[in-house]
């Protein structure tokens, strides 16, 4: 990520440095790039953060060598968990989207490398977004949001949302809440 981001500076070095949105696991790599270089971005977003810094992740025993397991459906299927707000239809083409495009299930390993992560290290605005609905526990997602290390932050609950609130017909308050915080970031 940290090469992507200068590569997209160098490419437009006249433009604002880029915002950098991490979804699940995703916002725990954007935490630890918002940490690691600052300088590379101009606000972060956390989404559907799944990780309590007050936990400690044990080392990976693996042989570091991916499984290559095929994707399944029900992997594809697992972040819907609120059929209110999310279509059997719309989940069954993302489900179809994602087998197609990611045939083998995809390895997160070495998790304990996430360790690092320290909120207070965070020193750029930061929007923290999480579904109302979203599984992974909202006291986790608010001391997260209380230890960040800047005072330019917002937490926003997406009424209804789920994991996958992004995706769900709660896209529209998703959008709003992410396109305010970058214009207001802009401004």
């Known amino acids: 990520v940290h090469q992507v981001l200068a590569w997209i500076t160098a490419k437009q070095p006249d433009t604002a440095r880029p915002v950098l949105l991490g979804w699940s696991t995703g916002s ?24 309590d810094p007050d936990e400690q992740i044990s080392a990976d025993a693996g042989t570091g060598v991916a499984p290559r397991q095929p994707n399944q459906a029900a992997d594809a ?4 968990h609120t059929p209110e707000v999310t279509s059997q239809r719309m989940v069954a ?24 992560l320290n909120p207070a290290r965070v020193k750029i605005p930061t929007l923290v977004l999480q579904g109302e ?16 290390g800047t005072a330019d932050k917002q937490r926003v ?26 214009e207001r970031q802009r401004r």
């Open 28 to 51: 725990m790599l954007a935490q630890l790039v918002a940490q690691l270089h600052p300088e590379q971005l101009s606000a972060l977003i956390l989404y559907g953060y799944p990780w």
């Open 77 to 80: 299927a697992s972040d819907f």
């Open 93 to 116: 083409a993302y489900v179809a989207a994602a087998i197609k495009a990611d045939p083998i299930h995809a390895e997160w390993r070495s998790f304990d490398q996430f360790n690092a």
């Open 133 to 148: 609905l979203d599984p992974e526990p909202h006291d986790v997602l608010q001391r997260l949001f209380f230890r960040l």
């Open 157 to 182: 609950i997406l009424m209804g949302g789920d994991h996958a609130a992004l995706l769900e017909d709660t896209s529209p308050m998703f959008i709003e809440a992410v396109v305010r915080f970058i």
